[in-house]
């Protein structure tokens, strides 16, 4: 993917050349994201016990990459890379058997390593305004580390479960947008609007240990592969200063809000029972990504 991505960036530079583009930038973009995640609802639904967290969080992270773009009259193309490794954690204490004071402890790690590609061509309507499309591409590899703790009386502790899981996941789509800005001086102000529409999978899922345990999203039957469809938005206003003729520096605050429906791909799956005892195959939920985001760039 890496190597796809330079030979990406190579093209464009070369075409950019060969058109004598007005401008061609190279930079560098971070984002502080806090994430809600689609599978917070998941590991807090207390209609699927096996995987019922009375405690979860996943800590902030930085998502950060090169930027690269290329304007030629009023059209431009750009490509972006992004990278960030998410932790989450999880953990329900529960009484099982008062007469001999057994009680259970269990705690389920998450590392998420994501990675974002964006590439996008844009037309400029007026000297503030500019329309784009684009093809979003979201890659990630999801590590889980879960255990049990029982004590009992007259017993410290027994690791009574233990288990380990990778799982990839690869979500693609369109999308388009808008934005706007204007310049005082040496700063620029303006905002970005964009609605993508995504689908993948998550899976197929692989045991790193024994398979007599039950990782999330796992059932008997079913190697974990499930289909996902996500839309949404993202709202960016940003301020920046522009440093001599060719230094820009941005300073924004970044907002995603994702609709997600998951399903399972076979009849194997599913999400636990609902009250009435049937099975749920498929389930909505909200990805929600915030925080603030900072770039630069270098104008050829």
């Known amino acids: 993917m890496k190597k796809f991505l330079l030979l990406n960036l190579l093209l464009m530079f070369f075409i ?17 994201v806090n994430w809600d995640p689609f599978f917070k609802d998941l590991l807090t639904d207390k209609l699927n016990p096996s995987t019922y967290y009375t405690f979860f969080e996943i800590d902030p992270a930085i998502m950060s990459g090169p930027t690269f773009s290329i304007l030629y009259m009023d059209f431009g ?11 989450a954690e ?31 061509l844009s037309y400029r309507l007026v000297s503030q305004l500019k329309i784009f499309v684009g093809y979003k591409s979201q890659l990630a590899n999801i590590e889980t580390r879960q255990f049990t703790v029982v004590t009992r009386t007259n017993m410290i502790y027994n690791i009574e479960e233990a288990e380990s899981t990778e799982m990839p996941a690869d979500v693609r789509g ?59 938005y993202t709202i960016e206003p940003f301020v920046g200063i522009i440093a001599g003729n060719n230094a820009i520096l941005l300073l924004g605050f970044r ?46």
């Open 16 to 32: 950019a050349s060969s058109l004598n583009a007005q401008n061609v930038a190279v930079g560098t973009k971070m984002w502080y």
């Open 90 to 120: 999880g953990n329900n204490w529960e009484t099982r058997n008062p007469a001999n004071d057994e009680n259970a402890y269990k705690s389920e790690t998450i590392n998420i390593d994501r990675y974002d590609i964006d590439i996008s």
């Open 77 to 87: 193309l750009s490509a972006a890379l992004f990278y960030g490794h998410f932790k």
């Open 255 to 300: 907002y995603q809000y994702l609709d997600s429906t998951m399903r399972f791909s076979d009849e194997g799956g599913d999400f636990g029972q609902d009250a009435q005892g049937n099975k749920i195959r498929e389930k909505d939920f909200v990805d929600i990504f915030t925080g603030l985001s900072f770039s630069m760039s270098i104008v050829f």
């Open 174 to 232: 369109p999308g388009f947008g808008a934005g706007y800005s204007f310049n005082t001086g040496i700063f620029t102000f303006g905002a970005n609007i964009s609605y993508v529409i995504l689908s993948g999978t998550y899976g197929p899922m692989k045991r790193t240990d024994y398979e007599e345990q039950k990782p999330m999203f796992y059932q008997a039957g079913d190697q974990g592969k499930l289909e996902l469809n996500q839309n949404g």
